[in-house]
Every structure is written in structure tokens, then in C-alpha cells.
């Protein structure tokens, strides 16, 4: 039996590269399928999508489009696997949901924040979690807020700083604790190293800490059972 050295570093090969014309800022694989989506912002300051297929050890351009506003972020989370549809946070604020079909305009959108949502995850869709499909977005004002695409133009929940309080940058946001139709939590990282937990059964802020640098991730190890495990990625 080969043994195995613990000391040994993990190795991350690169498959296939590819030099892009813009800044990318998030990635995503489109659910049950060869696919990925590709968000950014042009030199221009437009957005930038991309979908992508692997094709034969290499990857192939399959559609792409140029937006307004460039893209900061987005996710598939909050979607049933027979939609597929993409939600985007972008630099001026804007939440919207994208049919991947049909890319001409969104078939839901919404002026989420005064400023860039920097972070969005989604809970209820591709059968993960149990509830209503929700989004939720965090952005440079210091707000969270939870979307139920069905509602339009008002948040489900809002977390933000009390008059007089100094709002900091929100950077990572993760839904969690979704293993039933009634519980369900959100938790936020900033950049001073804050993380809170909210509780938006109760709407009450449940936990919070300090990790020292600006949280940039966060992710609970499943977000369909009851929350036992959170990882926070740091700047240091």
C-alpha cells in the first residue's frame, strides 16, 4: 500500500485556459449540464456574460452579450433545475434574473441597493433546501437583503446598520440552515472581518464574530441541513 505523505502540498491542475478581453469577477457552472457562465465588466464599463461549453478537452464560446451595467456577481442557487435561470448583481444595484435562452432582457429585475451588490446566493431551487426560492444580496451600503423573485420591488427581509451606526462594506453572503419549510438563516461577512448570522425566522441577529480581514466567502457545508459547519475565506 503506497503511503501518503501528510506534509505534501494539494496540486490544483489547470485543464483548459482561456485569456478573456475584460475583467471577470464571478464564474458558474450551469446546472446539470457541460456549461458555465462567465460575469464580468468591459473596459467600456458594460456588462460582460459569457456562457461557455466543454467541449473535447477544450472549451467553446456558445453565447454571449453585452449589457449596461457591468456584472459584479451571480448565481443559479435560487432557481428549479428545469429553469436555470441566472441571478445577477451588478454595479449600480440591480438584481435581475436571466433565462439563458432567451438573454434580450430579464425576466425579473429589481434596484436592489444605492450601490454595487458585491455578493448574492440563492436557496430553494435546483432541490436543495426546503421553502420558498429566495436570493439573497449584500452590497457596498452595508445592507443584506432577501428576495423572493414572486414579490416584486420589496425585500422579504432587510439587515442594515441603525441610524448613526457606520455602515461597512458587505463583501460574502451564504444562505443556511434550510432543512425544513420554516427555518432558514443568512449569514454576512465585511470588510473589517465581521460575520453575522441572522435568523430570519425570528429576524434576530443569532450569532456574530470577527475574523481579524476582510471575509470574502463564506459557505455553510450544506445549506439543506440543520447548520453545523461555516467556512469563512479571509484576505490574510
Known amino acids: ?16 485556459q482561456q485569456s478573456m478581453n475584460y475583467t471577470l469577477f464571478d464564474a458558474s457552472w450551469v446546472p446539470c449540464s457541460t456549461k458555465f457562465v462567465v460575469l464580468g465588466s468591459h473596459p467600456r464599463n458594460t456588462g460582460a456574460l459569457q456562457i ?65 451588490i458585491n455578493c448574492v446566493d440563492g436557496v430553494g431551487g435546483l432541490g436543495v433546501g426546503e421553502g420558498a426560492p429566495e436570493i439573497v444580496t449584500g452590497s457596498r451600503e452595508g445592507s443584506v437583503k432577501v428576495w423572493d423573485p414572486r414579490q416584486r420591488d420589496v425585500p422579504v427581509a432587510k439587515m442594515e446598520p441603525m441610524e448613526g451606526e457606520s455602515s461597512r462594506d ?59 459547519k461555516l467556512v469563512a475565506t479571509t484576505l490574510e
Open 1 to 16: 500500500m503506497a503511503s501518503i505523505d501528510p506534509f505534501e502540498k494539494p496540486q490544483i491542475i489547470s485543464h483548459v
Open 52 to 116: 461557455y461549453e466543454v467541449n473535447k478537452g477544450g472549451i467553446k464560446l456558445v453565447k454571449e452579450c453585452e449589457k449596461p451595467v457591468s456584472f459584479k456577481c451571480g448565481t443559479f442557487n435560487a432557481a428549479p433545475t428545469y429553469q436555470r435561470h441566472l441571478a445577477t448583481g451588478d454595479f449600480k444595484g440591480n438584481l435581475q434574473l436571466w433565462d439563458l435562452e432567451k438573454l434580450g432582457s430579464p425576466v425579473y429585475s429589481v434596484a436592489a441597493h444605492k450601490e454595487i
Open 170 to 228: 458587505c463583501w460574502a453572503v451564504a444562505f443556511g440552515n434550510a432543512h425544513n419549510a420554516v427555518e432558514r438563516c443568512v449569514v454576512a461577512g465585511y470588510d473589517n472581518g465581521d460575520i453575522k448570522l441572522f435568523d430570519l425566522r425570528n429576524m434576530s441577529l443569532r450569532w456574530e464574530t470577527n475574523a481579524k480581514s476582510g471575509v470574502c466567502g463564506l459557505e455553510f457545508d450544506r445549506r439543506d441541513i440543520a447548520m453545523n
